[in-house]
């Protein structure tokens, strides 16, 4: 369990950043609320435990990231579903399991597991090692073409916090040189059908839910680093979005 302390901090981090989302919009979260908890039921972890053989630290993992409604969004992910030991054994169905016809898919490698997804793009561990390498494949190419993602799975929950629009010589600026700043969404803008899709990949949110949320503007969609205001600020330009900074 070389990585447990590690994997304990990076839950910690995860908790204040879904909080801090939560805070940043409450009027969105009180409606399509999410919560980020650390003490899995029991008998959750049993059934998982049952059914797979899992490496020391992903327990420990599941044993302490338990998920309601939250996916992680940043420059390599569209919406990451990192998957609780509640979630995990359903996480597999489309991948080794086909849950209407009940039968298994045999083109999957029997012994990888899925611990996450990004718009349908698997994120596994293959047990049959024993380690947490992470390994990624595209899906709706017909074939499933796995590459390495992350060397251990540390990594691999690190990537998650990553913010959208931020580098590394950014993130290591001195604090006394970061300036905030605040984005408003105003107006649907030229295209209403873009603009929705920004609203649903910003909060992670369905279409639905998107479209309700354009009817009660003004829309705060950011508030913080002007790093990182400036990638959303050129993403609403592109789209034609009607907006303000302040």
């Known amino acids: 369990m070389r990585h ?8 910690e981090q995860m908790q204040a950043a879904v909080a801090a989302m939560c805070e940043q919009n409450p009027d969105f979260y009180a409606k399509y609320p999410m919560s980020l908890t650390t003490e899995a039921d029991n008998d959750d972890i049993r059934l998982v435990t049952e059914q797979w053989q899992l490496p020391d630290d992903y327990l ?4 302490h990231y338990v998920p309601d409604k939250v996916s992680w969004n940043t420059d390599q992910y569209i919406s ?3 998957y609780g030991a509640r ?3 359903q996480g597999q169905w489309g991948y080794n399991y086909n849950p209407v016809t009940q039968e298994d898919i045999l083109d999957w490698p029997s012994s990888y597991l899925v611990i996450a997804s990004d718009e ?13 390498v992470i390994y990624t494949a595209e899906h709706g190419t017909g074939r499933w073409d796995f590459d390495i993602a992350y060397d251990d799975l540390a990594s691999f929950l690190q990537s998650a916090l990553l913010p959208s629009g931020l580098e590394e010589w950014e993130l290591e600026e001195d604090v006394q040189q970061v300036n905030y700043c605040q984005l408003m969404l105003t107006g649907e803008g030229q295209d209403k059908l873009k603009t929705i899709m920004f609203i649903k990949k910003t909060f992670s949110c369905d279409y639905a839910q998107a479209r309700a949320y354009l009817d009660q503007l003004p829309l705060l969609v950011y508030k913080g680093v002007e790093q990182r205001a400036a ?10 979005a009607d907006y303000k900074r302040s």
Not at 60 to 63: E, G, H, K, T
Not at 120 to 132: A, I, K, Q, V
Not at 231 to 240: F, M, N, P, R, W
């Open 87 to 89: 979630e995990l054994p």
């Open 120 to 132: 349908g793009d698997p994120y596994c561990m293959d047990l049959s090692r024993g380690d947490t």
């Open 60 to 63: 420990y993992f599941l044993q």
């Open 4 to 11: 447990v302390k590690e994997i304990g901090t990076i839950i």
């Open 231 to 240: 990638g959303i600020e050129a993403q609403l330009k592109s789209i034609g």
């Open 80 to 82: 990451l579903n990192l």
